[in-house]
C-alpha cells in the first residue's frame, strides 16, 4: 500500500500556528475517514482528528477541540490540519492516515503510516 506524505511542519513559538498537508495516493475506495494522530517522545500515538470523505463531518479529541481544524480535498485525496494556538504540549511527530475507523469508540488509523511531520512548539 502507498504510504501518505505528511508535511508543513516546523518549529513555532507558543500562541502559533502551523497548517500541515497529507496526500494519500494510497487511499482505499472502502475508506470512510482521513485524520490526523500524533506521537510524542516516549507517548503512544495518539488521534488528533478525522473528517468523513463523503460528508466532510470532523471529529477532534478533546486536547485540540476549537484550536485544530482539520479539511479534506476528495478530488485530490489530500488532507489539511491547521492548528491554531499551540502549546508546549502539541509538540509531537504528526502523522497521516487514509483509512480511519472506530474501534471500541476509539478512532484508529487502519491504512499505511508515512514517516510524519515534526512539530515544535517552543519559545
Known amino acids: 500500500q502507498v504510504q501518505p506524505v505528511e508535511s508543513g511542519g516546523g518549529l513555532v513559538q507558543p500562541g502559533g500556528s502551523l497548517r500541515l498537508s497529507c496526500t494519500a495516493p494510497g487511499r482505499t475506495s472502502g475508506s470512510l475517514f482521513i485524520g490526523w494522530f500524533r506521537q510524542a517522545p516516549g507517548k503512544e500515538r495518539e488521534f488528533v482528528a478525522t473528517i468523513a470523505w463523503s460528508s466532510g463531518q470532523p471529529y477532534y479529541s478533546d486536547s485540540v477541540k476549537g484550536r485544530f481544524a482539520i479539511a479534506r480535498d476528495v478530488a485530490n485525496n489530500a488532507a489539511y490540519l491547521v492548528m491554531n494556538s499551540l502549546k508546549p504540549e502539541d509538540t509531537a511527530l504528526y502523522f497521516c492516515?487514509?483509512?480511519?475507523?472506530?474501534?471500541?469508540?476509539?478512532?484508529?488509523?487502519?491504512?499505511?503510516w508515512g514517516r510524519g511531520t515534526q512539530v515544535t512548539v517552543s519559545s
Open positions: 492516515n487514509s483509512d480511519v475507523q472506530i474501534r471500541v469508540g476509539d478512532w484508529k488509523g487502519l491504512g499505511s
